[in-house]
């Protein structure tokens, strides 16, 4: 009996081993079911095909109701790996006019982690995109014969006319850095890339919809999830309604063709940007479709880089069209009455320092000197300033931030806030910055030349521009926009307020008055057109980098202006060359709608001007 | 003796509890089945062109075979033993030729247009009561002869090569889990124990391929350091020889760390060379030291050590020689060394997805996505497991896998209180099978072990695998019913 007894004992080994495998595999499914939380989202991506639906993008029209940026639909061959089963290659690739080594390729691609990061198998991936209606056409006929496969309908953009591709930016398939910035986007999405296509995305792109379907092993789609309850309608993007005159941007892109330079025309009343030219410029339509990518780097490498926007971006030195600035601050600042002359013997000479300044009268008043652009009278205001006003501001540093003060007040020094990305704020230094370069050791002499837009003074077109349409209005300016109203939406409170220096209205007066003169009387003659009271300054910037630039800065009637604009053609010589006629034709265009006879000569002149190298 | 009062002394003495997991197993079982292949439209549970209508029916004809099972004298299983046991083996070899070809094996014998049979299922029941009828033989004592070891490996292995032939290699290596049984009558553990380091060995042995020690596989030279202390471990445990053991286990490290410093320095020493050299040097130093004391020590020893090297070197001409490419691909899929998603892993992957998807709740009766729209393979019958893992989580899976824990304790407990043989064996025949079923079934589903086609016990769709375990079963409480009736003698 002993014996039995000891092989009885023998059912704990039985029972033990029981108990560890029933032990391990509890342990492995805790693991599985409780810690992994891996499998809940593998189930999901296996049984629920999460279907976006893209809604239509927001139209752009100009400020006249024209259409000019539109929608054009297009078809992408989506598939889901793992569900594409062994298919006619030959019948597939006829359908696409492509080769078996085409396709092959597309395959191993679409496969490469390194361009295609988001790859999975059970996720829908792009094989082609933007499908001719003609090859949707012969495709979709077939499309049962390719499981796994299926087609979906994007819609790209098309430019009703070869303008403004600066203002109105591109849309481009979503980077993975878009995709960690924001979660709305998920793979192959598009989104506004440069313009206002970027600045407005959230508004034109509206609300993406989602259908969930029910799929099963074999790919099937068994219908809607819950009936669609959880499904979302997209909302469509909202029209947008731009400030540019798309004929007047045209007729200024036709100006500046064969310049490299910038033309802004703002309406002083509303702030709105009539025109916005950068030129070199590039049509918006090679930026849609298959090609956009060959043609994007092409148009990085171009010479003159005409992706980069001058007209926002490009910081000049502002040149004799930062003078009306100065008179203004002199006059406010009490440096200078109407009446205040300064002696100019072709130039300002002071302690050995001499700027160069052309034939005029002398000693000469703040108008003429607006009328002459007299250097010399600009740089003595300035002395005056921080150099004799220890009375009034103590030292040096303090006038020069009172001037800085009054400048940065006008628009100048930091960006304007426009509704375009990439905007440059220009610089204006302040008196710790001359503190630093020059060691505390600094007087007027040294940085005369700022008042006189050059030395270390830059600006943007857009903020050149923006001093015009101040003048213009006599003292405000609302901050320039592109975008004059969103469909069921107002724009943005900063693009409906005035900005009003300290600076008092009757000192814009002058100023204007001495712009006025300078039409009438001076160096922007070839200004005046039609009988309409012109005013204007041109501008004869130099660089260090070659020839000088050409600017010139207007508004016009001299009562009641419609428009000021700031034209800057780089390199191209004096401001009356180049500047004044082209910133003239565009206020003549943008008043009238069309040149007088009397100055088609010209025109047909600046139309064929070649100042680019 | 009275019936009425033989039939009351009858449903006294019937195992309840066994009855009643019985009964939660079933019908938990059909609810899987629905809720496995509920295809979005509303069909009824008790649809008849659906599995779980089917099932239910037969679940109705099984409880009838229960109960015809315990109207019959128990001594009719005893007494017929043998006879039905013949019955099922001209049967299965019947089947081999008259079988219904399904998916490469013949396994199934069409009655009617209908009704399939699966004759395997059966011959599980037929096998444990030849094997109990053996034991119980007058003064049958396995140990005590070598021919009673034929016999009973006899009754054992007849059915598993019928059903190889059938090619149906899963329900044949239901059969090895009659080891149990034989090792609870007597057959020396060792026979356990060198199955567990062969186990070992070969998993060891086939994972770890890729990487080099001493210019040989990982894998083997694992295995070779393995053996060595596996002679350390029997110099000093069963020869019980320390000083042996302890010079022994100094010279392999010793000698491992002088090759371990030469191969830094660049001169690798072939691992083949060095591992057989030493343990063939402590095999001779434990003859020499140990062999005129401790004789059947040192044979044990001695033989052991040359039977793993051997079985080392069969792994791996095995694996890669004798086992066909798909059948390596799934040993390779379980250890993990492949990752073949849309082929061999396919079906356990899913069905991790399935069950890891159900979180600690579940997702609700038929609310289960991975299951419903068919992302399982085989899920109302093999794969069944799933279901409960996606519908009811890890609350349920555990329940089940308590509920399987207690039916299988429950039996071996009925098996040790049997007073005689036949009735003991029979039941640790019945605890073998549910353990193998149980442990590969989920095993598998689990991705813990390769995908051998044999189902869940109760739960799988299928008539004969119910009616299999329910025959299995209710003899068994017959006989447990019974036991008072007749004390041994």
Redesign the interface.
């Known amino acids: 009996m002993r014996k039995d007894y000891i092989?009885?004992k023998?059912?704990y080994?039985?029972?033990a081993?029981?108990?560890i495998?029933?032990g391990?595999?509890?342990v492995?499914?805790?693991n599985?079911?409780?810690l992994?939380n891996?499998?809940?989202d593998?189930?999901?991506s296996?049984?629920?095909l999460k279907k976006a639906i893209y809604p239509s993008r927001g139209h752009i029209l100009d400020r006249n109701d024209s259409l000019i940026v539109y929608n054009k639909p297009t078809y992408d061959i989506m598939l889901v790996p793992?569900d594409v089963q062994e298919f006619d290659t030959a019948d597939f690739c006829n359908a696409l006019n492509i080769t078996r080594d085409d396709l092959i390729k597309r395959f191993e691609d679409m496969r490469d982690k390194k361009n295609n990061p988001n790859y999975s198998a059970y996720t829908p991936q792009k094989l082609f995109t933007h499908l001719p209606p003609e090859e949707y056409g012969r495709l979709q006929e077939k499309l049962h014969r390719f499981p796994g496969f299926y087609i979906q309908k994007r819609n790209i953009r098309q430019y009703a006319c070869n303008a403004g591709a600066n203002v109105l930016g591109n849309i481009r398939e979503v980077s993975q850095k878009d995709i960690e910035r924001d979660p709305y986007y998920s793979p192959g999405d598009y989104c506004g890339d440069l313009g206002i296509e970027r600045s407005y995305e959230e508004v034109l792109r509206g609300e993406k919809g989602l259908e969930i379907l029910?799929?099963?092993?074999?790919g099937k789609i068994?219908?809607k999830y819950d009936n669609g309850a959880h499904d979302l309608s997209p909302v469509p993007g909202k029209n947008l309604k731009l400030s540019i005159d798309i004929n007047l941007q045209a007729y200024g892109e036709k100006l500046m063709a064969g310049k490299v330079g910038a033309i802004v025309a703002i309406e002083p009343e509303t702030g709105e940007i009539l025109a916005l030219v950068s030129s070199p410029n590039y049509d918006p339509n090679l930026l849609v479709g298959r090609d956009r990518g060959k043609n994007y780097s092409q148009l990085v490498k171009a010479p003159h880089k005409p992706l980069f926007d001058r007209s926002i971006m490009g910081a000049y030195p502002p040149g004799s069209t930062f003078k009306p600035s100065q008179g203004l601050i002199l006059r406010q600042e009490g440096i200078v009455s109407l009446s205040t002359a300064f002696p100019c013997h072709r130039g300002f000479i002071s302690g050995g320092l001499r700027v160069g300044c052309h034939r005029h009268e002398s000693p000469i008043t703040l108008k003429p000197a607006l009328r002459t652009s007299c250097n010399a009278y600009f740089c003595w205001g300035l002395k005056n300033m921080l150099d004799n006003n220890k009375k009034r501001y103590g030292t040096i540093d303090n006038a020069f931030e009172t001037w800085k003060k009054h400048i940065v007040s006008l628009g100048y020094g930091y960006k304007l806030g426009v509704d375009l990305p990439g905007e440059n704020r220009g610089f204006i230094p302040n008196a710790k910055f001359y503190n630093k370069v020059y060691n505390n050791h600094w007087s007027a002499n040294t940085i005369i030349s700022i008042s006189i837009g050059q030395g270390e003074v830059t600006a943007t077109p857009l903020q050149i521009a923006n001093l015009s349409a101040t003048i213009a209005n006599r003292g405000w300016f609302i901050t320039p926009h592109v975008v004059k109203e969103i469909q069921g939406d107002t724009i943005r409170k900063e693009y409906r307020e005035k900005r009003i220096p300290k600076i008092k209205r009757q000192y814009f007066e002058e100023v204007a008055e001495g712009m006025r003169m300078a039409v009438t009387g001076g160096t922007c003659k070839r200004a005046q057109f039609r009988g309409v009271e012109v005013c204007g300054k041109t501008g004869t910037a130099e660089n260090p980098h070659g020839r000088d630039h050409s600017a010139f800065i207007g508004f016009a009637p001299y009562h009641e202006p419609k428009i000021a604009v700031c034209a800057y053609i780089e390199n191209a010589g004096f401001g009356a060359t180049y500047g004044v006629p082209i910133g003239s034709l565009m206020m003549e265009k943008y008043l009238f709608g069309s040149i007088s006879p009397e100055r088609k000569g010209m025109e047909a002149s600046m139309f064929n001007a070649r100042t680019a190298r | 003796m009275d019936s009425s009062r033989g039939n009351q002394s009858l449903f006294q003495n019937i195992d309840w509890l066994t009855v009643i997991l019985y009964l939660v197993l079933v019908v938990t079982g059909v609810f899987c089945i629905y809720a496995a292949s509920y295809d979005f439209d509303d069909a009824s549970i008790f649809d008849f062109n659906e599995f779980s209508g089917k099932q239910l029916t037969w679940i109705g004809l099984a409880f009838v075979i229960g109960l015809v099972i315990l109207l019959i004298d128990w001594r009719v299983y005893e007494t017929y033993a043998y006879p039905i046991y013949i019955l099922l083996v001209i049967i299965l070899f019947l089947t081999i030729f008259i079988g219904t070809p399904i998916k490469g094996s013949r396994s199934w014998i069409a009655i009617g247009s209908t009704i399939r049979l699966q004759p395997a299922e059966f011959a599980k029941f037929a096998t444990a009561l030849a094997l109990a009828k053996l034991f119980n033989s007058y003064n049958f004592v396995l140990n005590q002869k070598a021919s009673n070891y034929y016999r009973a490996l006899l009754i054992i292995f007849l059915p598993v090569l019928l059903i190889i032939a059938q090619r149906e290699t899963g329900s044949a290596l239901v059969y090895f889990s009659l080891f149990l049984v034989l090792y609870r009558e007597g057959m020396s553990g060792i026979v356990l124990l060198a199955a567990l380091f062969a186990v070992t060995f070969f998993v060891v042995a086939v994972k770890f391929t890729d990487t080099l020690l001493l210019g040989i596989p990982m894998g083997e030279a694992a295995v070779l350091i393995m053996i060595m202390m596996l002679i350390v471990g029997m110099v000093a445990i069963y020869a019980k020889n320390a000083l042996v053991a302890r010079n022994i286990f100094l010279g392999f490290v010793g000698s491992g760390i002088i090759v371990a410093a030469f191969a830094f320095f660049g001169l690798v020493l072939n691992g083949y060379v060095y591992f057989l050299v030493m343990i063939t040097a402590a095999l001779v130093y434990c003859f020499i030291t140990m062999w005129q004391v401790k004789t059947r020590q040192v044979t044990f020893i001695i033989s052991a050590t040359v039977v793993s090297v051997v079985f080392l070197f069969l792994v791996n001409f095995g694996f890669n020689s004798v086992l066909e490419p798909h059948q390596q691909l799934r040993i390779k899929v379980v250890l993990g060394i492949e990752d073949d998603l849309r082929g061999a892993g396919y079906n356990v992957n899913q069905s991790k997805i399935a069950i890891g998807s159900g979180g600690l709740y579940g997702k609700g009766f038929l609310n289960g996505t991975q299951t419903k729209l068919k992302y399982v393979p085989e899920q109302h019958t093999d794969f069944i497991f799933c279901t409960i893992g996606e519908e009811r989580g890890f609350i349920g899976t555990a329940a089940v896998i308590a509920a399987f824990l207690f039916l299988i304790l429950r039996i071996i407990r009925i098996a040790e209180r049997q007073p005689r043989a036949f009735g003991r064996v029979y039941a640790y025949c019945v605890a073998s099978y549910l353990i193998f079923h149980f442990a590969v079934n989920i095993g598998m589903v689990i991705g813990l072990c390769p995908v051998i086609g044999i189902p869940l016990p109760f739960f799988s769709y299928g008539g004969s695998s119910l009616w299999g375990f329910t025959i299995l079963l209710f003899v068994l409480l017959r006989i447990d019913a019974g036991r008072r009736d007749n004390p041994a003698y």
Not at chain 1, 214 to 218: G, L, S
């Open positions: 092989l009885e023998r059912k080994v039985i029972i081993l029981l108990l495998v029933a391990i595999y509890l492995r499914l805790f599985l079911q409780v992994d891996k499998y809940k593998v189930a999901d296996n049984a629920y793992r029910i799929r099963d092993a074999h068994q219908g």
